[in-house]
Structure formats: C-alpha cells, structure tokens
C-alpha cells in the first residue's frame, strides 16, 4: 500500500477517535477496510507518532480509546501537506465564502481544458486540475463530510477538518451586544444568550480591535498591546549580540531601583500565563577580574538599555539551561524539589495530568488501580506556582511530599476556613 493511502487511513482513523471516543479492532477493521493484522499495524503507527491510546477488553473483545492531551482542546492531528490537500482547502474556503450547487462552484474556478481563455475568465480562480479530477475531488469532499448539501440543493462547508470563520464589523458586534443585552431573564435561553454577551462585551472592550483584525480572523481575551511591547523588546534584544557575547543590562527592580549587570544569558523564555518575556541566565562582576555570580531571571519589560561587551558567552542554550528550565514549573530558580503526588481518579483527573506530565520531561506516573489513584512524581522549580496549579483538583488532591508543599496547600486552606469563619458585623 503507498504511503498515501496509509496517511489517509491514519486520518480517517484520528477522526474516527475524536468523534466516537472508543473503537473496538472490529471497527477499525470495518472502518479501513483492512484485515486484522493491519488494524494493529495502524495502531502501532498511530503510538509511533505520539498518540496516547488506552486498551480495555470486554467480552473478549479489545476495545481502544484515544487520550487527548487536553480535554478543553480541539484536536490536534497532522498529514503531509499535498496538492491534493491543498485544492480541497481551497473549495472549503470558496464554499464559506458563498454556498453554491456543484455546477455554480465550479464555474468560479478556471480549469484546464478550456479552450476559450478570454477576458470572461480574468475574474475566476485558476485551479491546476481538469474538469474530471475537481468532480472527483467534489465527490471525495462529500464522501470526507467535508462538504454537505442544505435543503435548497445548495452545498456548504462542515467544518470537520477546517474550521469555519465567520466574518463581522465592530459595528456589528456592538449592535447585536445592544440587543442581546436587552433580552428579559425569562427569555428562553436566557444564560447562554448572557455567556455570549461576556464574550462581545471582551470584544467590545478591546482598545486596539482595529488593529489585530482583518477580514480572515478577529482576535479577543488577551491583552492585544503585549503583542506589540513583545515585538519591541525582542527588536531591542536582537539589536545586541546576547547569544555570542556577555551583556550588559540596566533595569529598574521590583523595588524601584535601577541596576546595572553584567549578564550572561542562557536563554530567552516567553511565559504564556504570565504573558511576558524573559532572560534566564547568570550575572557575572569585572572585579577585580571577571567572576560569575549566580543565575538569574531577567523581566525584559524592566530592561531600559543593553549593551553589548567583548566577553564571549559561550553558554547560550546550553543543556545546564535547558535542564533548569524544564525544572521550572512557571518562572522561577528556587531549589529544585521532588514532588510526589496522589489524585483520585475524578472526572478529568486522568486527562489533565497525561497532559500535564506530557510538558514536563522529568515526570512520572504510576497507577494504583485498587486505591482508584495515581501518583505523580516530579522534580519542579516553584512550589507556590505548583500549588496553585493543584488546588483546582479540590479534595482529589492528596501531597505525600516534600512537606513544604504540604504546608503550602494547608496554609490556603486554613486561610479560607478563616475568612468564612469571621464575623462580617463585628
């Protein structure tokens, strides 16, 4: 069988996962139409490339379950990019933008073939394929369910592979916040109408909505401006020679205090929750002659000047930093410290941390079917950030060390009890 049809099987397989949750080696046989030696060979194929999936048997029967990395997360899944791809994605795009009959689509597009290329055809899309390959392409889109057909006999995209994007103004969005926000609580489905105009409201809101959009996306939630200030201070630090050379680093402390530091970086580190770039690397002194100090982490929205020095740096992304970076469990050089962890396997529990220790390169975990638990090992950089990241698992957290991240969730907890124990009228 050629590569191509394997891939193909392969994503047939993922979509198969994602939208029936569980197949037994019978589906997949019937799904791929193969034989019973290929459907293990594919899921072979499937472990190979970073796929998670679980087994179970019943009845004698084995059944798999894919694991997502994420529950809250689309999935994710690749294929080589082809021609052939790259035409489908093409007519997905043309049916968003207008649904049409077979006939009326293909008449947008210039095909090979015809013989008349007058100016009538100056305005239609080129398409490399002849009349015969776009109806056979047309028919493998309907057969995908990439494409379907509405009660008007006209065509539309579906969504299952790319996603559909919806266009609209501001003008829009700020007439239909104005209506929505005006419905009465007895309306029917009042709450969902509610959640939806939190999200306008955050697109209403946004200072710089004119910038960040454009007719093929809309971006909201985030604070659009860090995308700017990021720009400038990565500008501002690929104007030195960092990588190559020591630095020289003026910058205002917590306190308020400008200092000025000889650094050495190690590596450059964007943390997403914090929203906000870094320096990790090690100060150094001239005197009396040039001595390191101790590693250290730079905020760049604190940084006013670099300045570049004749020291050579020869530890830019060197394995000492990269292995304390994948230590950190946010942005932070405490001591490393072993972390050993219980969860009752609740809800998502098991989701969430398959994703969790798939980000951190030194974790581990182990199952312990009869006490329905699993224990998560790891050595982790910030306690407080790991902390806060296990209360949200509420009473199915259970620490077994180091005793200071015990002491940490039993302070939160303590702390709250107070706060509901405290007489508001005194």
């Known amino acids: ?60 029967t084995a059944y798999y379950t894919l694991i997502s990395e994420d529950p809250s997360a689309p999935p994710v899944y690749y294929l080589p990019i082809s021609k052939e791809i790259l035409r489908k994605y093409n007519v997905i795009q043309n049916l968003q933008r207008k649904h049409d009959t077979a006939k009326l689509l293909k008449d947008r597009y210039f095909l090979p073939g015809n013989n008349s290329k007058t100016d009538d055809n100056c305005d239609k899309l080129p398409m490399d394929i002849t009349k015969t390959a776009f109806d056979n392409l047309w028919n493998a889109l309907i057969q995908e369910k990439e494409i379907a057909i509405t009660s008007d006999g006209t065509y539309h995209a579906t ?65 659009h401006e860090m995308l700017e200030e990021i720009n400038q201070w990565m500008k501002k630090l690929s104007d030195s020679s960092y990588a190559e050379k020591l630095i020289r680093i003026t910058y205002k402390t917590k306190a308020g205090q400008m200092l000025t ?60 930093y990269q292995h304390i970076f994948s230590e950190m469990f946010s942005i932070s050089l405490e001591e490393p410290l072993m972390v050993k962890v219980r969860f009752d396997l609740e809800a998502n529990v098991k ?34 950030d790991f902390a806060n990241y296990l209360r949200q698992f509420g009473r199915s957290v259970h620490v077994i060390e180091p005793a200071s991240l015990k002491d940490k969730m039993n302070f939160s907890i303590d702390r709250t009890l107070s706060r509901y124990e405290e007489d508001e009228y005194e």
């Open 261 to 320: 530091i000889l650094f050495q970086t190690g590596l450059v580190i964007y943390s997403v929750e914090k929203a906000k770039l870094y320096l990790l690397g090690k100060e150094y002194t001239e005197e009396p002659a040039l001595t390191e100090k101790y590693n250290s982490i730079i905020d760049m929205s604190r940084i006013s000047t670099i300045e570049n020095t004749d020291f050579p740096n020869d530890s830019y992304r060197s394995t000492t």
């Open 159 to 223: 969504g299952r592979s790319v996603p559909i994007l919806h266009h609209f103004s501001k003008e829009t969005v700020s007439k239909l916040l104005e209506q929505v926000k005006l419905l009465p609580a007895a309306s029917p489905y009042h709450s969902q109408l509610n959640s939806i105009a939190h999200k306008l409201e955050i697109i209403k809101l946004s200072d710089n909505l004119g910038s960040v959009s454009s007719p093929n996306y809309l971006t909201y939630g985030k604070q």
């Open 1 to 60: 069988m050629g590569s191509k049809k394997v891939e193909e099987k392969l994503q047939t397989l993922i979509h198969a996962f994602y939208e029936q949750k569980e197949l037994s080696a019978k589906d997949i046989q019937n799904l791929l139409v193969c034989n019973r030696a290929s459907t293990y060979n594919y899921i072979e194929r499937l472990k190979e490339r970073g796929f998670e999936l679980e087994s179970t048997t019943r009845n004698k």
């Open 351 to 384: 989701r969430k941390i398959h994703y969790l220790k798939q980000h951190r390169s030194g974790a581990s975990i182990t199952y312990f079917p009869e006490e329905n638990q699993l224990e998560y090992q790891d050595t982790i950089r910030g306690l407080g």
